[in-house]
């Protein structure tokens, strides 16, 4: 959190912010996260990894999650990151058998993110 109050202000005044306003948005934003982390119980997934039936626990979610955060930095692309989860999310359920559990828009999102990669 410390790190977060520190660097982003600086980021954020360096693109044009005054500094006032970089450093209470950064630290409200931070503190909302917190509180909303620890509302949920998941605390971005490093808590819920050593629970059973913690979000990170669970194949199906944390194969595609590591995609993402693997392929932004290797593809120097944030979309292609996501959409790399998104396919591979598809592509867990459908071998896991659970199909069904694939809501239509998430369908609908990997197949434009596929669609995307086979026309770059």
């Known amino acids: 959190m410390a790190y977060i109050a520190a ?3 600086a980021i954020l005044v360096e ?3 005054p500094f006032d306003a970089a450093l209470t948005s950064t630290c409200f934003g931070a503190a909302f996260s917190l509180l909303m982390s620890d509302f949920f ?8 990894v050593g629970r059973p039936g913690g979000f990170v626990s669970r194949f199906e979610h944390a194969f595609p999650a590591f995609l993402i955060v693997a392929g932004v930095p290797f ?9 790399l989860g998104f396919i591979a999310y598809v592509i867990v359920m459908v ?5 069904r ?4 828009l998430m369908w609908v999102a990997s197949l434009a993110f596929l669609l995307m990669f086979i026309v770059q």
């Open 7 to 9: 660097v982003n202000p």
């Open 15 to 17: 693109a044009g912010m």
């Open 41 to 48: 119980d998941t605390m971005g997934g490093v808590v819920a």
């Open 75 to 83: 593809t120097y692309s944030i979309t292609d990151g996501i959409g």
């Open 95 to 99: 071998v896991l058998g659970r199909v």
């Open 101 to 104: 559990e694939v809501k239509p």
